[in-house]
């Protein structure tokens, strides 16, 4: 951590002195917010999110699209707004005290996230937008030099469209071919087609870790196995894991992973890549500009050293600071207990939700088999008049193909409802969910039994 000034105003400072935690507590040791040793506090957390004080048509706002991004504590928006109210600077390039303290702020969100998903290096972290970007970063950098024509990438069913469109913009570009590999009805993967899909073509397999639209948490170190021994490299979509478990890169078996904080508590427009330090080595710059280089000439340029080369002109500086104070946030309240709190009311919303005989439910039937969402249809109601009829409720859930229309199509579905859950939510959140379903009914005049 940075000894400068502006450091202490970007720890963890919630609401209040009370623990977000049950049962025995420690000291977190970077942020000296209670480190969880059992249970969450939900009453307690709920305090730390100012938007969870607003009602929605006159009823407490029950949020329930965390998948597609998560409530901000108050202690990310004060770290924000304190870079621009007390050292708002561009970094890397001055040397002036608030140039030395955007940077040290920015840098130090670097190793923080490394440490949080158990990157070996901070340089083997690169900034991007978010998890699109930094999938994209890779079919450019790593792709259009290693992949030939008639090579195959295998990607997954129940990939978001952010882990298909960037290869086959690839593969239209190179000759490459996508090959896919399956689902079953219940939500899981193939893995009996690995053997037939994966051959000495396979030069890389890209698939989600957890699935945005089924909630299935996936055997990325059995996949990643089996790739390496055909040769290929693995890329994991991590966008809806590294909010809700512990991640680790290294025993995953990963190659490159990238993830999205905003859906972990953080602000939007910061995304994270980490890959191994040396496939980013020979990898070549995927924009191009200010703060990349090592040297320019009209004739010539050369590139920065690793992360630096990938993160042309000005970052987004705030939003990695306010992503740091994200992860300072989270890490208190102990990942371990993150998941067990999403188990908790994951199972519990299953259950609710078999009691209602109009509700059809999609992924794995096993709560420990999925993180904390469920896709589910009123089969006499389409998911985007529930949606609207819910959120008159309070409750806001998503509807639509949640970027995943081959998967939406594989299921024979044109859209779902979707209720996703997080460390704010609780079982009461979860009965006014299904009370509102209950209304939605009698709003379009349907039995509710």
């Given at each position: 951590?940075?000894d400068d000034?502006?450091?202490?105003?970007?720890?963890?400072n919630t609401?209040?002195?009370?623990?977000?935690?049950?049962?025995?507590?420690?000291?977190h040791e970077?942020?000296?917010?209670?480190a969880?040793?059992?249970?969450?506090?939900?009453s307690?957390i709920k305090?730390?999110?100012?938007?969870l004080?607003?009602q929605i048509f006159?009823?407490?706002?029950?949020?329930?699209d965390?998948?597609?991004t998560?409530?901000k504590?108050q202690c990310?928006?004060?770290a924000?707004?304190?870079y621009?109210?007390?050292y708002n600077?561009?970094?890397h390039?001055g040397v002036?005290?608030?140039?030395?303290?955007?940077?040290?702020a920015y840098?130090?969100?670097?190793?923080?996230?490394?440490?949080?998903?158990?990157g070996?290096?901070?340089?083997?972290?690169i900034?991007t937008?978010n998890t699109?970007?930094s999938?994209?970063?890779?079919?450019?950098s790593?792709?259009?030099?290693?992949?030939?024509?008639?090579?195959e990438?295998?990607?997954?069913a129940?990939?978001?469209?952010s882990?298909?469109?960037p290869?086959q913009l690839?593969a239209k570009?190179?000759g490459?071919?996508?090959?896919?590999?399956?689902?079953?009805?219940?939500?899981?993967l193939?893995?009996?087609?690995?053997n037939e899909?994966l051959n000495?073509k396979?030069r890389l397999?890209a698939?989600?870790q957890?699935?945005?639209?089924?909630g299935?948490?996936n055997p990325?170190?059995?996949?990643?196995?089996?790739a390496h021994?055909?040769?290929?490299?693995v890329?994991?979509?991590?966008?809806?894991?590294m909010?809700?478990?512990?991640v680790?890169?290294?025993a995953?078996g990963a190659?490159?992973?990238?993830?999205s904080?905003?859906?972990a508590?953080?602000?939007?427009g910061?995304?994270v890549?980490?890959?191994?330090?040396?496939?980013?080595?020979?990898?070549?710059p995927f924009l191009?500009?200010g703060?990349?280089?090592?040297?320019v000439?009209?004739?010539?340029?050369?590139w920065?050293a690793?992360?630096?080369k990938?993160?042309a002109?000005?970052?987004?500086?705030?939003d990695?600071?306010g992503?740091?104070?994200?992860?300072d946030?989270?890490?208190?309240?102990?990942?371990?207990?993150?998941?067990?709190?999403?188990?908790?009311?994951?199972?519990y919303?299953?259950?609710?939700?078999?009691?209602?005989?109009?509700?059809?439910?999609y992924?794995?039937r096993n709560?420990?088999?999925r993180?904390g969402l469920?896709?589910?249809n009123?089969v006499?109601?389409?998911?985007h008049?529930?949606g609207t009829?819910v959120?008159?409720h309070g409750?806001?859930i998503?509807?639509g193909?949640?970027c995943?229309?081959p998967l939406?199509?594989?299921l024979?579905?044109?859209?779902?409802?979707?209720?996703?859950?997080y460390v704010?939510?609780?079982?009461?959140?979860?009965d006014?969910?299904?009370?509102?379903l209950y209304e939605?009914?009698?709003?379009?005049g349907l039995p509710?039994t």
């Amino acid at each position: 951590m940075s000894d400068d000034n502006h450091s202490e105003d970007q720890m963890l400072n919630t609401t209040s002195t009370e623990p977000a935690v049950t049962g025995s507590v420690s000291v977190h040791e970077e942020t000296g917010a209670p480190a969880a040793e059992a249970g969450l506090d939900v009453s307690r957390i709920k305090q730390d999110f100012p938007i969870l004080q607003r009602q929605i048509f006159g009823r407490r706002l029950v949020y329930l699209d965390n998948a597609a991004t998560s409530q901000k504590p108050q202690c990310v928006i004060d770290a924000i707004s304190d870079y621009y109210s007390g050292y708002n600077s561009n970094v890397h390039r001055g040397v002036h005290t608030l140039a030395s303290e955007a940077t040290s702020a920015y840098e130090d969100a670097r190793e923080k996230i490394a440490a949080f998903i158990n990157g070996d290096d901070p340089k083997s972290i690169i900034f991007t937008r978010n998890t699109t970007e930094s999938i994209n970063l890779v079919a450019h950098s790593w792709g259009r030099k290693h992949l030939f024509p008639n090579d195959e990438i295998v990607l997954t069913a129940m990939e978001h469209h952010s882990n298909i469109v960037p290869w086959q913009l690839l593969a239209k570009d190179v000759g490459c071919k996508i090959r896919v590999l399956d689902i079953t009805d219940d939500g899981y993967l193939r893995l009996d087609q690995l053997n037939e899909l994966l051959n000495e073509k396979t030069r890389l397999v890209a698939l989600t870790q957890v699935s945005n639209a089924l909630g299935t948490i996936n055997p990325v170190r059995q996949i990643a196995d089996a790739a390496h021994e055909r040769g290929a490299l693995v890329l994991v979509d991590g966008a809806q894991a590294m909010p809700h478990d512990t991640v680790d890169v290294e025993a995953m078996g990963a190659d490159f992973f990238a993830c999205s904080p905003h859906k972990a508590l953080g602000p939007t427009g910061v995304g994270v890549l980490w890959a191994r330090r040396d496939l980013l080595e020979e990898m070549d710059p995927f924009l191009g500009g200010g703060e990349m280089i090592r040297d320019v000439s009209f004739e010539r340029s050369t590139w920065a050293a690793v992360p630096h080369k990938f993160e042309a002109g000005t970052p987004s500086i705030a939003d990695v600071i306010g992503m740091g104070a994200a992860i300072d946030y989270l890490t208190s309240l102990g990942m371990e207990n993150v998941r067990a709190h999403e188990q908790a009311i994951i199972t519990y919303a299953l259950e609710r939700l078999r009691e209602l005989p109009f509700i059809s439910i999609y992924g794995p039937r096993n709560p420990e088999d999925r993180c904390g969402l469920v896709s589910f249809n009123d089969v006499d109601i389409h998911p985007h008049d529930l949606g609207t009829v819910v959120d008159r409720h309070g409750v806001a859930i998503r509807a639509g193909h949640h970027c995943a229309k081959p998967l939406m199509t594989r299921l024979g579905l044109v859209a779902s409802a979707r209720a996703s859950f997080y460390v704010y939510n609780d079982m009461e959140d979860v009965d006014a969910f299904v009370d509102a379903l209950y209304e939605a009914r009698k709003v379009f005049g349907l039995p509710t039994t």
